[in-house]
């Protein structure tokens, strides 16, 4: 077993996530899982990723706040939704998406997916 604190979990860049701070939790470089990470972002108000497509499904559980997602999927077809506490979604390879952080609250969001 493998425990991580979230006070003493280190924070990474992801390319293209304006006013965030990114953990990582599990896997890569917190610890000897092999075969996914799992990371939690903290988005403040204003706060977004890029709009871009995965290699990878990517799953995400939002634990605090609300974020409004959207994606557009291999065929075109175009989506959006609000994802408040407790709620949470999967992107499939190839589409892309999108978190915003729309409220003037932080939104705290969990991310798991495959090591690549």
């Known amino acids: 077993m493998y425990i991580t604190r979230f006070n003493q979990?280190?924070?990474y860049e992801a390319?293209?996530?304006?006013?965030?701070?990114?953990f990582r939790l599990q896997g890569k470089e917190a610890?000897?899982?092999?075969?996914?990470?799992m990371g939690m972002s903290v988005i403040e108000p204003?706060?977004?990723?890029?709009?871009?497509?995965s290699n990878?499904?990517?799953i995400y559980l939002v634990i605090d706040g609300e974020v409004t997602i959207f994606c557009e999927s291999a065929d075109g077809s175009k989506s959006e939704a609000t994802l408040s506490k407790?709620?949470?979604c999967v992107f499939l390879s190839?589409?892309?998406?999108?978190?915003?952080n729309f409220s003037n609250q932080v939104?705290?969001?969990?991310?798991?997916?495959a090591s690549n």
């Open 9 to 11: 979990a280190k924070t």
């Open 15 to 22: 390319p293209q996530h304006d006013d965030m701070t990114c």
């Open 31 to 37: 610890s000897p899982c092999h075969q996914m990470w």
């Open 46 to 53: 204003g706060g977004q990723t890029g709009f871009n497509e």
């Open 56 to 58: 990878v499904e990517k």
């Open 86 to 88: 407790n709620d949470s």
């Open 94 to 100: 190839g589409e892309k998406r999108q978190l915003k």
């Open 107 to 113: 939104a705290k969001v969990v991310l798991i997916m």
